[in-house]
């Protein structure tokens, strides 16, 4: 089963930016889909960006203009840049992998005002 590590996540004034990490431990020649997703305490997960493994990406309203996603093949990593944060941003956020059926088991972005 792969293991999928996020980090990058941290504390940071709205409309300052972060850059999150997605490290699979296991590659392949092209690549996997990755999903992110986040959750707020109280909250539905919902999804956020995925990094398809043709190398297209998809966004969530809640993400478009501000996030992009892109990937290192060779370091088994997607990154999720966020700009622009916003409080409602605020989330645990995951990576899952739809090949594999895996989560990561989440890094923390708290953002405030």
């Known amino acids: 089963q792969v293991q999928l590590v996020e980090s990058g996540g941290g504390l940071v004034q709205a409309g300052g930016s972060l850059r999150l990490s997605c490290t699979a431990s296991?590659?392949?020649?092209?690549?996997?889909?990755i999903v992110w997703h986040r959750q707020a305490p109280g909250k539905p997960r919902e999804w956020v960006a995925t990094s398809f493994a043709t190398g297209i990406s998809g966004y969530a309203e809640c993400a478009k203009g501000r996030f992009i996603v892109s990937r290192d093949n060779a370091k088994n990593t997607v990154f999720l840049q966020m700009n622009s944060l916003k409080s409602e941003d605020t989330a645990v956020y995951y990576c899952?992998?739809?090949?594999?059926?895996?989560w990561g088991r989440g890094t923390q972005v708290t953002v405030f005002s």
């Open positions: 899952f992998s739809p090949t594999w059926r895996a």
């Open positions: 296991i590659s392949t020649s092209s690549g996997d889909t």
